[in-house]
């Protein structure tokens, strides 16, 4: 079972950063890929952004320019840098693997108003 150390979530205002982090307990090269997805209320879990086993970033048109993906295989943690941030980027932040199985962790709140 993988086991997730989420942080960096918290309440920001329009134009501000926050930078989140996921910690596991295995190598991330276990998996194909790891990435964040996010849940706004009443709206369904989309992905965000991924970065592959090889190191290249993928992300959902709506965060492109403003978030950045990356990760240190050293400690098993990816980074989601978030600039920008728009009200429309409050949601539920959840890390996840891409693999056989996929594991989402607990999941860590971003929200985003004046």
């Known amino acids: 079972q993988v086991q997730f150390v989420e942080s960096g979530g918290g309440l920001v205002q329009p134009g501000g950063s926050l930078r989140l982090s996921c910690a596991i307990n295995?190598?991330?090269?276990?998996?194909?890929?790891m990435g964040w997805d996010r849940q706004a209320p009443g709206k369904q879990r989309e992905q965000v952004a991924f970065?592959?086993?090889?190191?290249?970033?993928n992300y959902v048109d709506s965060v492109k320019g403003r978030f950045t993906i990356s990760r240190d295989t050293d400690k098993n943690t990816q980074y989601l840098q978030m600039n920008n941030l728009k009200p429309e980027d409050t949601a539920v932040y959840y890390c996840?693997?891409?693999?056989?199985?996929?594991?989402w962790g607990h999941g860590t709140q971003i929200t985003v108003t004046a």
């Open positions: 996840r693997t891409y693999g056989t199985y996929t594991y």
């Open positions: 295995e190598s991330i090269f276990t998996f194909y890929a």
């Open positions: 970065i592959t086993n090889g190191g290249t970033p």
